[in-house]
Nanobody, 125 residues
């Protein structure tokens, strides 16, 4: 199993920045890809960004391209999401997610094997 603990959420003014962290523990050697999802009140959970460890490739939702950056510190087993130029529509609970094994995708809800409990990001309008 893999355990995920997010941190770094909070409330900042529009235009500000936050950096989310996700510390992974357990069978981290089995991780194929990691991702950040978010869920706003009354909306479905959506992928924000994904990081594929094998080829070190990244994928971003169109809504965050150019503003958010996903990265990994492999030595610390930690995933980050640097969020700049934040907007009120970025307000959501942000979840760290992991897929284990080989192959597949971290860009859809049903491809995820493990979830963190989430960290809340609030951007007042």
């Amino acid at each position: 199993q893999v355990q995920l603990v997010e941190s770094g959420g909070g409330s900042v003014q529009a235009g500000g920045s936050l950096r989310l962290s996700c510390a992974a523990s357990g069978y981290t050697f089995s991780i194929y890809c990691m991702a950040w999802f978010r869920q706003a009140p009354g909306k479905e959970r959506e992928v924000v960004a994904a990081f594929y460890t094998g080829g070190v490739s990244t994928v971003y939702a169109d809504s965050v391209k150019g503003r958010f950056t996903i990265s990994q510190d492999k030595a610390k087993n930690t995933l980050y999401l640097q969020m700049n130029s934040l907007k009120p529509e970025d307000t959501a609970m942000y979840y760290c997610a992991v897929r284990t094994g080989a192959g597949g995708s971290c860009e859809g809800f049903y491809g995820i094997d493990y979830w963190g409990k989430g960290t809340l990001v609030t951007i007042p309008s």
